[in-house]
């Protein structure tokens, strides 16, 4: 009988044929895991250290995101995870043309070949105030675009080495784990600082304007400065660990074609202490939430939450009518714990900041911006160079982010490119759903948190900056390489023809 590689075959019920390990086989193994559970904990804990956006922060991690790029290319990990199936062929082609284009464009931007008409001006007056200035190029800050384009190699590399380890379902597994035991850690100092600085400190760094008085209060931010990027990350981890709720208990060499474990399991039964376990984590990672005060981040996690429970329930609405009542109730209490919570906090930050007026004006300069050279850019983080030009006199305070990771991209690459730009996030996101969708009810909840964790941050940065934090973008790049991988596994999906080893 024919089997699928790597598949264990099995004779009878209670009999398994296991093969002889050798010492270097189990040698092997133990590097592969140990490769996987290094990426995984740099990934999942890259935003202790200031949510990575320092340089002291990211450009370290990217230096071991680079050596265990290079070792898992050498085949330690995964010694068959960057085979291509035919399925994924085309997608992948596609993704790898647009991500190559967009680096190409970043630097051509820094090329003097070239085209420069919209910023030869402010390269003449550089020339007149300073004595000498760099040949004109469409980037204002050359050093700036260097570091968003290591960043953006960065992500490429650990998107490339999630798909490769991420093919075995327990690796895709424990990833989920250890990101949501990172979002647990940000919210424990989260906690700390709330209690003995008032939030107002993250480490030695001082969050508001002016000397630290005992009476003031900072909205919590974990590890994160801006409150709404932890808002962001507390959101990601909740998903994360609502989706290990739905996973089974049950591992595929004792699950047989066609069973499904919920299919005649009670709903007493399957609280088990792992399921509660994550339950209670996502109270918690929903606290820290709503103690961000964090509106869009808030918005953004119950329609990834919601869209997760669609994709894990499709199919049982009318076969388990009891889930649908649980899910109603659910929503009822989490309903009344933002309510009772953070419905003041939230209300009281909307009617007291100013943010949403000037968030408006800062918009409205970078559409100037853009129309002001909608074709090349003004290069990878040049943001802060352009603004200061367009700057209206109503904010007389400097500004380095357009608060919408869309609207910046235009403003810094222009519009075609950042078309571009938006596809290469756009395909591996529709992979992960094209996998929630096909995959085995037993298996689906892989790609479905893959979906609905990077949703969080993508929904929340058309108006705001989430995304463009390294270790939410870290963690977004990772966890759409698990949800390609897991997209294109070996066993067919749910609507595909019956093979002989499932």
Known sequence: MAHAPEEEVVFDTDVRVERRRGPLVVLRGLADWSVAAL??????FAALPMGGNRDWAWAPIAVIVGALAVLVAAGVGASKGFEVSAAE????????????????FGLFQMSTMAPSSTTAWLYDAAARLLGSAHAPVPDLAIDAARNTLLKCLSCGAIFLIARALCRDRDRARLLLVMFVAGAILVVAYGVLMQVTTHS??????????GAYETTDRCVMSGTFVSSNSFGCYCGMGMVAAMALIFAGRRRKGDQPYGYDEDDEEGIVASLTGFRVTMLAVCLLLLGGLLYSASRAGLAATLASAAALTVLMLRGRWRSRPDLVRIFVAISVVVG????????????????????????????????????????LGWGLGSFADIYAIVQPMTLPIPNDLAHSTPLETMVEVGVPMAVVSFAIVFIPWGVS????????????????????????????????????????GFVVSALM??????????????????????
Not at 483 to 501: K, V
């Open 39 to 44: 990426f995984f904990a740099v990934v999942s």
């Open 89 to 104: 062929r085309k997608p992948l082609l596609a993704l790898v043309a647009c991500f190559a284009l967009f680096v190409l």
């Open 200 to 209: 107002c400190y993250l480490g030695s760094y001082l969050k508001k304007v």
């Open 336 to 375: 009344i714990i933002v309510l009772v919570i953070a419905g003041n906090t939230i209300v009281d930050k909307a009617m007291r900041a100013s943010d949403g007026g000037d968030r408006m004006q800062i918009w409205r300069a970078s559409l100037q911006a853009v129309r002001m050279s909608p074709w």
């Open 433 to 472: 759903l094209y996998g929630a969708l096909t995959r085995r009810r037993a298996h689906r909840y892989l790609p479905g948190a893959a979906f609905a964790v990077a949703a969080v941050p993508i929904l929340h940065s058309v108006v705001d900056f989430s995304l463009q934090m390294p270790a939410i």
């Open 481 to 502: 390489g698990m949800g390609w991988a897991q997209a294109f596994g070996r066993r067919e999906r749910s609507r595909g023809d019956f093979t002989p080893w499932e």
